[in-house]
Structures are given as structure tokens and as C-alpha cells.
């Protein structure tokens, strides 16, 4: 679990805003563009996570109530075939 604390939306956002103030020259214009990055690349990591969430409801569902095996169990091997 400690990968997700790592990749939250907040932390992640405060790396690039933190690495973007230190490589910047202090342009309004280039600070303005960075923030405007960063609002996007937020945006996106919220949608990919939705998308993720979404996609494993629907591996639950099936697993659940269709009986449909998705997910590998830890430990099992490739059938030779």
C-alpha cells in the first residue's frame, strides 16, 4: 500500500510543481505554462485512476457473480500445453 500514498495525486503534484519552481528562470510566462502543465498531467492521472477502478469492479464482478476467472493466483504455473 505504500506505493499508493507514493503515487497519490498530491504527491506526485507537488514533485513536478517543487522540480518545475527549481528549473524555472522565473519567467511569468514559463511558471504560467508549468501550473497549466500540471493542472493537465493531475487531470490526467485522476482519469487514469477512474479508468483503473472502473476496470477493476468490472474483473470483481465477473470473478464474483459470473464465475469467470481473471486474475492469476500467486504461485501458479504456465500449463504446458
Known amino acids: ?3 499508493i500514498s507514493r503515487l497519490s495525486v ?9 522540480q518545475v519552481h527549481f528549473g524555472m528562470t522565473g519567467d511569468a510566462k ?3 505554462a508549468a501550473d497549466k ?3 493537465e498531467l493531475t487531470q490526467a492521472l485522476q482519469l487514469a485512476r477512474l ?13 464474483e ?7 492469476k493466483k500467486a504461485g501458479t504455473k ?3 500445453e
Open 30 to 32: 514559463s511558471q504560467e
Open 37 to 39: 502543465k500540471i493542472r
Open 78 to 80: 504456465q500449463s504446458k
Open 51 to 63: 479508468k483503473i477502478d472502473g476496470l477493476e469492479t468490472m474483473i470483481k464482478v465477473a470473478e
Open 1 to 3: 500500500m505504500h506505493w
Open 65 to 71: 457473480e459470473l464465475y469467470i476467472k481473471i486474475r
Open 10 to 18: 498530491r504527491t506526485l503534484s507537488n514533485e513536478l510543481s517543487t
